[in-house]
């Protein structure tokens, strides 16, 4: 038996946070959800036959989102978490490589690696924006183009006319919004009229969904019908579609929760603003080499490297873990003297 070289040249997964109390690394909401919506996910459960595989193309969860947005289920695609539409978001389309804006997610190029399409970059310019223009001639025989906004790991919306810059190419583009409910802005109403558009949401971030696993994206149905005939027909399990259409019922429970993040978001960066970006996601980048120190206190953040080699990635905690946090960097710029 032999391993193929390509899979060899993965990392394996390294679990660090587990003995750590304070975990701000992976941009969760630090908010479970209250008892009373996991008893009413409990109770759709009840209903379900547990020996039978779920709906082969997930149609329960995709007409909930659907309602949701006032679309029809046809320009909806649910999925294991975004993740997993990502790697087949790389599969589905004509061309020669995918285009992507670094820094930025890394699952795109992963999927990319694992598919062996090439991806050719077209860096951010210096604040963190798109640069329309040169994605539009790079996106010659793209796939596909990979744009987050709100961006992982800098944080701010891309601007609207350098995404309808790219949009105009008619190039398949796929606008992953995972933190779209933090920034309170979305262009999932341009999937009207673009149908080159792939609007990528998750359940993971505002709706407190990560341990569920639930993402989705809205697109035209020509798109959403390719994925279905591609996709894996089980991956979306009855669980998952319990907790979807229960957790879409009480969104007024995740604006409440949204506001609060926004709320600590904006208080930790008054307290560094010197060495903090602006955010519209649920996290903030700082230029603080501090992931050692952070760790030492029990607190994980992510660490940055290359082009944000020295920064790092802070997740918006709970309040007295922000609280922790605050206190922790204070103390780490006295050490380094910058305080
Ligand atoms: N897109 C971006 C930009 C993300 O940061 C994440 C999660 N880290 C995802 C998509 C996917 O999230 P999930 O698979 O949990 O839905």
């Known amino acids: 038996m032999r391993i193929r070289e390509l899979v060899r040249s993965f990392e394996p997964y390294r679990v660090v946070e587990e003995d750590y109390p304070i975990r701000l690394d992976k941009n969760e909401s630090p908010y479970d959800l209250p008892g009373w919506v996991k008893e009413e996910i409990f109770e759709e459960l009840r209903e379900l036959s547990f020996n039978r595989y779920p709906h082969i193309t997930s149609m329960p969860a995709r007409e909930a989102v659907a309602s949701f947005y006032g679309l029809s289920p046809e320009n909806v695609a649910v999925g294991n978490g975004g993740d997993e539409l990502i790697g087949y978001l790389v599969r589905l389309f004509e ?51 990979f744009i987050a906004s709100p961006n992982n790991p800098t944080g701010n919306s891309q601007p609207e006319e350098e995404i309808v810059r790219v949009l105009d190419t008619g190039k398949p583009v796929v606008l992953d919004e995972a933190y779209a409910e933090f920034a309170g802005r979305s262009l999932w109403r341009l999937i009207e009229e673009y149908p080159n558009l792939i609007v990528l949401r998750t359940f993971s971030k505002a709706f407190s969904l990560a341990g569920v696993r639930a993402g989705y994206f809205l697109a035209n149905e020509e798109v959403v019908d390719a994925l ?72 994980v953040v992510r660490k940055l490297s290359g082009r944000l080699d020295g920064h790092i990635r802070v997740t918006v905690g709970r309040k007295w873990e922000n609280r922790k946090l605050v206190e922790a960097l204070r103390e780490y710029l006295e050490v380094e003297g910058c305080g």
Do not use: Q
């Not at 602006?278 to 903030?284: H, I, T, W």
């Open 95 to 145: 061309g020669d490589y995918v285009v992507t804006t670094p820094p930025t997610f890394g699952m795109y190029s992963f999927y990319a690696k694992l598919e062996k399409v090439p991806v050719v970059e077209v860096p951010l310019r210096e604040d963190f924006t798109i640069d329309g223009d040169a994605i539009a001639e790079k996106a010659g025989n793209a796939r596909v183009v």
């Open 228 to 299: 279905y005939r591609i996709k894996s027909p089980f991956s979306v399990g009855i669980m998952t579609v319990a907790a979807v259409k229960v957790v879409l019922r009480h969104y007024d429970l995740v604006e409440r929760r949204v506001a609060k993040i926004v709320e600590e978001r904006e208080r930790i960066r008054r307290a560094f603003r010197e060495f903090t970006y602006p955010s519209d996601a649920n996290f903030l980048l700082m230029r603080l080499d501090a992931y050692e120190f952070l760790l030492e206190k029990g607190i």
